[in-house]
């Protein structure tokens, strides 16, 4: 009985991997498009979300039948509840892909992002993928070394937000308002993409250890204008 | 036994509905600075928002030692389960609010909302307070069609949110880059904290039927630009 048990945490642990490794390739996409005002990405990860929500839904129901039939305790206890917030992260890592996907066609044929913060957002997408990456081994392994990557990942794109933010609100912006509405938002979908993976880590963290992992400061762009 | 349970469970749901209303003073708060260019909001959010992460901790460490000591099944275990999350979501409407507060300080002493949108973030700061409201009643009854008063409330915060990107893209926008940037990122707060109220009545809904309460559609704003 306690083997069943062990064997239908361990594959939820797998699922919930293998939700993080979808937002990995669903952002890669997502950014992708943003880059070259692909069209087509947009409805493809909203079919990508579709089907990860679906497994957050199997990963939720096979934790609370575990709840209900197995009442687990300590650890294990810790492992179920983590996975059900788990699910929901990696889920809406998922949603804010999808709507990066769908900012990339927002000005077509034009880019939404001009050439120079093509750069910046090249970052971002790079940094997300790593994150989600990084979010996915952690939860593989529970090594808490993994989990503190990701927060160190996390502060380097809370560094790319604000520069994102300098850029903008700086006298040599050239693109005007609405370009610069719609990268405000792509921006914070990053950031939030960002933030979730962090979550995803803590969590892992707290199942591994029984204690919360400690983050850095603020991930607010700063109350005043940097200089530009 | 099954009586102290059933104690705990009820004085979970106090707790909850409690930390929906602290969303709801904060909200009301952060607008109200907002409005204002209040600068002192910003403080003195912080600190609600730390008191109410606090409570959220209690909430979580009473579920924790729910499910551990007592191993509820069938709704009691849904109602274990859901305040987990939505004790999670409530911490992140606190965080949104402290977020606006401290966005209403950005440009002091000038204000972040100018003359022409006020009367908009005045009608997204009251809805958001609305929602804020109904939860805490949806929480505290666990009535269905409260639930999905919060959805039609977050319907209303959507058009609003679509409003103020007609606005800001219209080539009558006259207030730069700048404004526009703080807007944009305050105008998703508060569709954010809506979309979390919504969280919290989806999951009284589902607590209540054991069924998903069926949204609307997509809180995106549009593709393409409106006619300014």
Redesign the interface.
């Given at each position: 009985m306690r083997n069943e048990f062990h064997e239908t945490l361990d594959s939820l642990a797998v699922d919930l991997a293998d939700m993080c490794g979808r937002t990995s390739v669903m952002m890669h996409a997502a950014s992708g498009a943003l880059l070259t005002a692909n069209l087509d990405q947009?409805d493809r990860l909203q079919l990508d979300l579709k089907r990860l929500t679906g497994l957050g839904n199997t990963v939720h129901d096979r934790a609370?039948s575990l709840?209900?039939l197995q009442?687990p305790?300590?650890k294990d206890?810790r492992t179920v509840?983590c996975a059900?917030?788990i699910a929901?992260d990696a889920d809406r890592m998922g949603a804010l892909a999808a709507?990066v996907a769908?900012a990339a066609?927002?000005r077509y044929p034009d880019r939404v992002v001009p050439d120079d913060v093509e750069e910046l957002f090249a970052d971002m997408g790079a940094t997300a993928v790593e994150l989600a990456d990084l979010a996915q081994v952690t939860v593989q392994t529970g090594d808490t070394m993994q989990a503190r990557r990701v927060c160190d990942g996390d502060d380097r794109m809370d560094d790319l937000h604000r520069q994102l933010?300098t850029h903008?609100?700086s006298p040599t912006?050239r693109h005007?308002?609405?370009a610069?509405?719609d990268l405000?938002?792509v921006g914070?979908f990053y950031e939030r993409f960002a933030d979730h993976a962090v979550e995803i880590a803590r969590r892992v963290y707290f199942q591994t250890t029984g204690t919360q992992l400690s983050l850095s400061a603020d991930p607010?762009?700063p109350?005043?204008?940097l200089p530009g």
């Open positions: 947009a609370y709840l209900a009442a305790v300590a206890l509840v059900l917030h929901a709507h769908r066609s927002r933010f903008l609100i912006w005007g308002v609405t610069a509405a405000v938002l914070r607010m762009p109350a005043r204008p």
